[in-house]
């Protein structure tokens, strides 16, 4: 349960991991993304192989509950070069990117319903500004990756231009996603915002109704009158964005209670237990 740690597998074909998912009912299948692609393990990480036809370096991985015919798990691999869909637990991979505007992926997350009838997908994209439109941000699929829309965004950022002077860009950008296993329309997106303020700010958006409509949930500065951070040292130290926004590895939602979640920048630990009313900020063991 973590207390101890040791080395997996022998002579591993990778030096980098980025993402890590397995089979949820033995882990013995075993996922590794990593930059130049993903790694594939049918005995618990003691042997690894290459998956084949899979191009870019890993940013998303997901694995079906359920079951294909057979009793071969349905895998999901998101790269910078596009998204890939295997039916055979990694045997082989086709590249799934209809209806993308482009191929550089920057997360995916899935989830089935409750009933386990039907599976969804999530993606994060570039946004750009196309003939005065934003065109980018989350897409989503209910057709297990065979085409793929923009959700409809309701309450997203996607303004044109810079609100501030403080904004990291013309454009809002999002990043991180997280979706409750079970509960497919409960999402989570990262944005890099347009402006210092809400509701352009760099903040996490919710959804609650497979991406139609979205309410930001996290308001990180000591100024803002929505604040909702218990923030930890590293904040007052070397102020609230030392960890970098948008550049962590990983958004998480607990299958059995979607309002518990927890995300990663590049320095901290962030954690809500009441669906982004509030969130805890864990700094670890260098904190007070």
């Known amino acids: 349960q973590g207390l101890t740690w040791k080395p997996l597998g022998n002579n591993a074909p990778f030096k980098e991991v980025v993402e890590m998912a397995l ?8 996922l590794a993304g990593a930059p130049d692609g993903v790694f594939l393990s049918r005995d618990a990480g003691e042997n690894w192989e290459k998956g084949p036809a899979v191009a870019g370096s890993v940013v998303g991985l997901y694995v079906c509950p359920v079951k294909e015919p057979g009793g071969l798990f349905c895998l999901f691999v998101a790269t910078s070069s596009g998204v890939y869909r295997s039916a055979d637990s990694g045997r082989t991979f086709e590249e ?20 386990r009838s039907k599976l969804f997908l999530y993606c994060t994209l570039p946004g750009k500004n196309v003939a005065g439109a ?22 997203l950022n996607k303004g044109l231009k810079k609100e501030d002077e403080y904004g990291e860009g013309e454009l809002a950008q999002y990043f991180l996603l997280g979706v409750a296993e079970g509960k497919p329309e409960t999402v989570y997106v990262t944005c890099r915002g347009t402006g210092y303020w809400p509701p352009n700010h760099s903040t996490v958006y919710r959804s609650d109704d ?6 930001f949930v996290f308001n990180r500065d000591f100024r ?13 130290a070397l102020t609230w964005i030392w960890g970098g926004f948008h550049t962590g590895n990983g958004f998480h939602v607990n299958p059995a209670h979607p309002d518990t979640a927890m995300w990663t920048d590049s320095g901290e630990l962030v954690i809500t237990q009441d669906g982004g009313k509030s969130w805890n900020l864990l700094s670890g063991q260098y904190g007070p």
């Not at 089979?23 to 075993?30: A, F, Q, V, Y």
């Not at 799934?96 to 009933?115: F, H, I, N, Q, T």
């Not at 934003?134 to 309450?155: L, T």
């Open 224 to 236: 803002f009158k929505e604040l909702n951070v218990e923030n930890a040292w590293i904040p007052y």
């Open 134 to 155: 934003y065109r980018g941000g989350v897409y989503c699929s209910d057709n297990h990756g065979e085409s793929w829309k923009p959700v409809e965004g309701k309450g």
């Open 23 to 30: 089979d949820p009912e033995e882990g013995r299948l075993m």
């Open 96 to 115: 799934k990117v209809a209806g993308l505007p482009e191929r550089e992926v920057r997360d995916l997350a899935g989830a089935v319903s409750g009933d």
């Open 210 to 215: 497979g991406g139609n409509s979205w309410r």
